[in-house]
């Protein structure tokens, strides 16, 4: 590696190469062992099918209303609740009914006693039988009590009082070792496609003096053919996500399983699947999950330049914020289809599991493909309230007129496509910061 007779600076020796990449080895595992629990947190909310629970009472519908009519007493007695059998003495002697015998007064049940034996429309479930506490099944041991669904600190809290640290950091090895291939297999691909193609290399074209390095993506402005490069660095990506599917799968099966279940090794939980190939049920979100990130994110600079006229070199100041904000819409595309594909990945991952049940930390929501996933979520998982107005009564409106009860619908709404965006935006915010005020993102490297 001694290139002192072609170039006036010496090269490196291979002693500060190797130092060099120890050093970013390291900062790499420690900014991943430091996002790793709430990593951890947005794929448990984003799989989690809500429980029936934890969602409130649900409006009686008219099949209820029918069967409390059935067990309501007839009548309206006003002395049903008064024991007549209380007044009534055993020892004293009958003297009105002298032929009849004693026994016959006493084999006769009283009115309240007949009345608290009657069937009860609580203890009537929905399909005739019974319910108690026998009919619910018992939920796993390793099942986490979450006191509020859709909270990060609720969910850290309960795992760490479960499994303790090593449940917190679980998959942390997994993570660091799909980043690094992710990273490496992207910029292998995309080296190889813009030297078959002869198009300049899109991660070579960074403007290292202007913020560009902000906006999270590759700068394609100095790229002699833009398009082209944009294309390339598209297909580097898919084809690096579809590679690595499998891997994806092993490590959120790894997050989603008790810390205490193994197998818990990244080898050892890929033996475990039926294929280390892309299943098909979730090839498409697959493909969309790896390519409309690096779409919006690679084309962004060039869309501000060339429609808005936002320059980095020119006007750096409202480029960093037009980043930022670029940024805020790839998560909010990205979520969704984050989302889905969890599911799908632990879809796979049980299916892989050869008849065995697999203990999961939470209970994991259907997976009916992409648009099916979507449209369960929103319309049929779990129950949401709707608030309403004040209830419309004759009275004047008076400032403490009470609120009508919340209606009860079915579904998660809009807002279950986008659990965890918490964590997305807190380190969204902590890159564009640093890459604005402190430099770092200017370098090029991964936060």
Not at 99 to 120: E, F, K, M, W
Not at 293 to 314: A, E, V, W
Request: aromatic share 8%; charged share 20%; no cysteine.
């Amino acid at each position: 590696m001694d290139y002192s007779d072609y170039l006036s600076d010496p090269s490196p020796s291979s002693t500060a190469t190797a130092k060099a990449i120890a050093e970013r080895a390291i900062w790499k595992y420690t900014s991943v062992f430091l996002a790793q629990p709430f990593e951890v947190a947005k794929t448990v909310l984003q799989v989690r099918a809500p429980d029936a629970e934890q969602t409130g009472p649900s409006k009686p519908t008219p099949a209820d209303e029918s069967r409390r009519r059935r067990f309501k007493p007839r009548g309206d007695d006003p002395y049903r609740d008064y024991d007549t059998s209380s007044d009534s003495d055993y020892d004293s002697p009958s003297y009105f009914t002298a032929t009849a015998p004693l026994a016959n007064t006493t084999s006769r049940p009283s009115r309240a006693r007949r009345r608290r034996g009657s069937p009860d429309f609580d203890s009537i479930s929905d399909a005739g039988h019974p319910s108690g506490p026998s009919a619910n099944p018992r939920p796993s041991p390793h099942t986490l009590d979450l006191k509020s669904p859709s909270s990060l600190t609720a969910f850290l809290s309960a795992l760490w009082q479960k499994e303790g640290a090593w449940g917190t950091w679980k998959g942390t090895n997994s993570t660091y070792v799909h980043s690094i291939l992710l990273s490496t297999l992207t910029s292998f691909f995309r080296s190889f496609f813009a030297a078959i193609f002869a198009v300049a290399d899109p991660s070579l074209t960074f403007q290292l003096n202007s913020p560009s390095g902000s906006a999270g993506g590759l700068d394609i402005l100095s790229s002699p053919a833009p398009m082209s490069s944009l294309a390339i660095a598209v297909s580097a990506a898919s084809l690096a996500g579809i590679i690595l599917a499998p891997l994806d799968i092993a490590r959120t099966k790894l997050i989603l399983t008790p810390s205490t279940h193994p197998p818990r090794s990244v080898l050892s939980t890929l033996k475990t699947l039926s294929s280390w190939t892309l299943p098909w049920s979730i090839a498409p979100v697959t493909f969309l999950h790896s390519t409309l990130p690096t779409l919006i994110s690679t084309s962004l600079p060039l869309f501000l330049r060339s429609k808005l006229s936002i320059d980095p070199l020119l006007t750096p100041n409202m480029y960093a914020v037009a980043t930022f904000i670029g940024q805020g819409l790839e998560l909010g595309i990205k979520l969704p289809l984050e989302t889905v594909l969890r599911r799908g990945q632990m879809h796979v991952a049980q299916s892989s599991s050869k008849g065995r049940e697999m203990q999961t930390v939470v209970e994991i929501g259907p997976y009916k493909g992409l648009i099916g996933t979507m449209r369960s979520i929103i319309n049929e998982e779990g129950e949401r309230g709707v608030k309403l107005g004040p209830a419309k009564t004759n009275a004047p409106a008076r400032a403490g007129r009470p609120l009508r009860e919340p209606q009860r619908r079915k579904g998660q709404g809009l807002e279950g496509l986008w659990r965890g965006w918490r964590v997305g935006m807190w380190g969204l915010i902590g890159v564009w910061g640093a890459a604005t005020f402190g430099g770092v993102g200017s370098k090029g490297g991964e936060f």
